[in-house]
Every structure is written in C-alpha cells, then in structure tokens.
C-alpha cells in the first residue's frame, strides 16, 4: 500500500477504511452495523502489521465524525500514538519526517479525543 505523504489521511489503508465507512453512512446504513462489515471485509488490513494502524485511524476518524467512535476502536489508537508504535514505520525517513509524523499524530489523537458537535452530515447520491 502507498503512503504520500506524514498527515494521517495520505496513504491508502487508510482511505481504504475511511471510504468505505463513508459510503456505506452515506447509503444510509447504521455506523455500528457498518463498523462490523468493515471489520470483516478488511481483516486482514487490521491484522496486518504493517496497515493496522492505518485502517484503525481510518476507521476511528470516520466514526468520530458520525458520532459512533467505539471505545475500544478510540483506546487502540490513543495506545499505538502515544506509545510510539506507528513511528516505527518511519524510522529510516530521518528525524524531520518522524517529528513531522508525531504531530500529525499528536494533532489527531486530540481531535478525535473531543466529542463532535454534530454527525456528519449524509450526502445521497
């Protein structure tokens, strides 16, 4: 899978997710119902080591922004960014793209850690 740049969005695990979730809330369907499709669909991206995170950012953002952030989804990603877990990944691209990356993480973790206003509004096609 393809990473383009060190914001949380830009690779495709994470579209992947994030999409899909979207398409599905747009079509109308409930976001725990959704939240159980996707991780069936995609498990093997979250049991992947190396597209866990991503698909787990994808999928706790596009919660978060339907008002149905799981608990368990939220403690997962707030373990993986502040233990430093996802910038391993990012090791051998210097110290510039590692600082670069942990404020992007640090950035979204406190963005999903604040409850949303509003659900995201639905777009029918």
């Given amino acids: ?47 992947d080591y190396d597209e866990r995170n991503n698909s787990l950012f994808g999928l706790s953002l596009a919660q978060w922004e339907t ?4 608990p368990a989804i939220f403690k997962q990603v707030k373990e993986i960014i502040e233990s430093g877990n996802d910038l391993k990944f990012w090791t051998e691209l210097g110290e510039k793209t590692i600082e670069k990356r942990r404020r992007e993480l640090d950035k979204f973790l406190s963005k999903i850690s604040t409850a949303r206003e509003k659900p995201r509004r639905r777009v029918r096609s």
């Fill in 1 to 47: 899978m393809g990473t383009w740049s060190t914001k949380i969005s830009d690779n495709d695990a994470f579209q992947d997710i994030y999409q899909n979730f979207l398409e599905l809330y747009n079509q109308g369907q409930n976001p725990a119902d959704i939240t159980k499709q996707i991780l069936e669909d995609f498990s093997e991206m979250f049991s």
């Fill in 67 to 70: 008002q149905s952030l799981e």
